[in-house]
């Protein structure tokens, strides 16, 4: 009898040591691809800017660029604002940020705010001397130049980015076992049908759902509502990644079509502590409108729009609470 358990407890041990060198390799692997993906932001520097034609913007240009904190070893639990940015590359070309969402997260509210940003938005780009379209910036500067110029039209500090590449985007929604989502208009698409309803799509047929764009009544607008739609639903699937297998397997999945310049520590506390900020996503957009600058489209928005976008993103972040003032009684 004691022999028979004297080998049973070398069994034990033996099944406990092969998984925690298991699990120390499998930790050890995810920070090792978290690193790959990692590409901190380099200091802000002194950028030129020129004051914008009157057709696109009115009164002054932003205020100059404020320095903003790049990735901690830790995230505190507060609101914080993460740029999403999809880069479509092309044959011999870095490309261009073909989507760009601005979440903010408030974990005491448990909520996130979603807006996208129109492509054609025409503003100052950082690193060049004239304004552009916004999804311009990543072809004049790369992610940096990119984030900045959001933070440049908003007047609103970005804490952290994440890039993927539309090809790798569709790993992504592969990885999670694809998306559904709720079609409002039947279309088709690069060779896809979507019909009006509920669908759920593979990774491929996602891509082409969200990129759809001419032929939607909403122009950009609409697509920008379907790429919402993806978004959510990926987020909502994002909240049961929970183990370090789970996360090892995205980002095994994204590959080096993922950058981001949050740290492996961060995602784990994005894992625990901003989780509950998914159960509930607001929606909010750029309101503007089209016109033609010497020839060219662009999505033309005011000082005072960007003015109103900055003070709901500013209420969204503060807390629940606040420090009440109790007036002294009279005697």
């Keep these: 009898m004691k022999r ?34 990692y590409e901190p932001l380099p200091p802000v520097e002194a950028q030129e800017t020129t004051t914008l034609s009157p ?29 999403l940015f999809g880069v479509d590359k092309r044959e011999g070309d870095v490309g261009r940020s ?39 910036a990543y072809h004049a500067g790369g992610i940096a130049a990119s984030v900045r110029t959001v933070e440049q039209f908003l007047d609103i500090p970005i804490d952290y980015y994440v890039k993927v590449e539309m090809e790798g985007f569709s790993n992504i929604i592969d990885s999670l076992g694809g998306v559904t989502v709720d079609n409002t208009f039947a279309f088709d698409y690069e060779g896809y049908q979507f019909p009006k309803g509920s669908s759920h799509m593979d990774g ?8 759809m764009r001419y032929d939607d009544p909403e122009g950009d607008f609409g697509r920008n509502k ?7 639903d990926l987020m909502d699937k994002a909240k049961g990644i929970s183990t370090v297998s789970k996360l090892d397997d995205l980002l095994a999945a994204v590959g080096s079509s993922f950058k981001t310049n949050l740290t492996f520590e961060n995602m784990k506390e994005l894992m625990l502590d901003y989780k509950s900020s998914l159960e509930q996503i607001e929606t909010t957009r750029v309101n503007g ?37 109790v007036a002294s009684e009279k005697p």
């Design 204 to 211: 491929e047929k996602a891509l082409a759902y969200v990129r």
């Design 289 to 325: 409108e089209g016109g033609k600058i010497n020839g060219i489209y662009y999505y033309l928005v005011s000082n005072q729009e960007r003015l109103r976008i900055k003070k709901q993103v500013e209420e969204f972040k503060k807390p629940v609470t606040s420090d009440v003032v």
């Design 98 to 136: 073909d989507t760009l969402i601005l979440l903010t997260i408030n974990p005491e509210k448990k909520q996130t705010l979603m807006m996208s940003i129109p492509r054609d938005t025409r503003t100052q780009i950082v690193g060049r001397k004239q304004p552009d379209k916004i999804n311009h």
């Design 55 to 83: 057709q696109a913007q009115e009164q002054d240009p932003p205020p100059a660029l404020k320095p903003v904190p790049e990735a901690h070893s830790t995230i505190e639990k507060k609101p914080l604002t993460l740029l």
């Design 4 to 37: 028979y358990v004297y080998v049973l407890l070398i069994v034990v041990l033996i099944v406990c040591s092969a998984m925690t060198i298991f699990f120390f390799q499998l930790y050890a692997n995810v920070k090792a691809t978290a690193s790959m993906i």
């Design 226 to 232: 379907r790429q919402q739609q993806v978004i959510r």
